[in-house]
């Protein structure tokens, strides 16, 4: 069974401090890897994704990806109040069909 | 770009009647659309993916008798709850994926689902 693991949280943040969130992955084959925001009674919102090994930035976002270890990570620098949410970790299996795997999400939280 | 939208936004229902959602892709074609249902602080459960112009692909445990699924064209799939029971409210979220370009998914805003 394809799996993504998250740390459910919740985590706990000072106003702009930076905010790492983590994920795993238990499929080696795995090829895209995305990161989604869910506010409370919303739906998700994408972040970023990444395909390759390395950092990809994207203005406070930075997405991190380590496929020898079938890690993908999501930092949020000067993190504000307003980034406090549940991030999803979603990662595509190359022979999964088009389904996505999500992760059960770990909660954010920003303290002003 | 990249726009999904759902109808309605929310609903109210009397239980035992049938309840329709419609998601549409708005400034994109999408060959593929899915359906998720999410229940208070709880994680996203996929129920079926959606393909325009052949059968819907339910997940185990997902009864496709009860939750109908039409993907009639490239921007529009429509799910029917059919003979609702309290135990179907819940939030109902649809994705969609473009036909071209990559495989990311983009959500719907949800349609918030309640049967009395």
């Known amino acids: 069974q394809k799996e993504v693991e998250q740390n459910s949280g919740p985590l706990s943040v000072p106003e702009g401090a930076i905010a790492s969130l983590n994920c795993t992955y238990s499929?080696?084959?795995?090829?895209?890897f995305f990161w989604y925001r869910q506010y409370s009674g919303k739906s998700p919102e994408l972040i970023m994704f990444i395909y390759s090994n390395g950092d990809k930035e994207d203005g406070r976002f930075t997405a991190q990806l380590n496929k020898a270890s079938q890690y993908v990570s999501l930092l949020i620098r000067d993190s504000q109040p307003s980034d406090s949410a549940t991030y999803l970790c979603?990662?595509?299996?190359?022979?999964?069909?088009?389904?996505?795997?999500f992760g059960p999400g770990t909660r954010l939280s920003v303290l002003p | 770009g990249a726009v999904v939208s759902q109808h309605p936004s929310w609903v109210i229902c009397k239980s035992g009647t049938s309840v329709k959602i419609e998601c549409r892709s708005l400034?994109?074609?999408?060959?593929?659309m899915f359906w998720y249902r999410q229940f208070p602080k709880q994680s996203l459960m996929l129920m079926a993916t959606?393909?325009?112009?052949?059968?819907?692909?339910?997940e185990q445990g997902v009864e496709k008798d009860k939750f109908l699924i039409n993907h009639a064209s490239l921007t529009l799939s429509t799910l029917t709850v059919t003979s609702a029971h309290p135990e179907d409210s819940s939030f109902y979220i649809c994705?969609?994926?473009?036909?071209?370009?990559?495989?990311?998914?983009?959500f719907g805003p949800g349609t918030r689902l309640t049967v009395l």
């Open positions: 979603a990662v595509n299996p190359l022979d999964y069909g088009q389904n996505f795997v």
């Open positions: 994705s969609a994926r473009p036909a071209r370009g990559s495989d990311t998914q983009y």
């Open positions: 400034d994109f074609q999408a060959t593929t």
């Open positions: 959606s393909n325009e112009g052949s059968k819907a692909t339910y």
């Open positions: 499929d080696r084959g795995s090829q895209s």
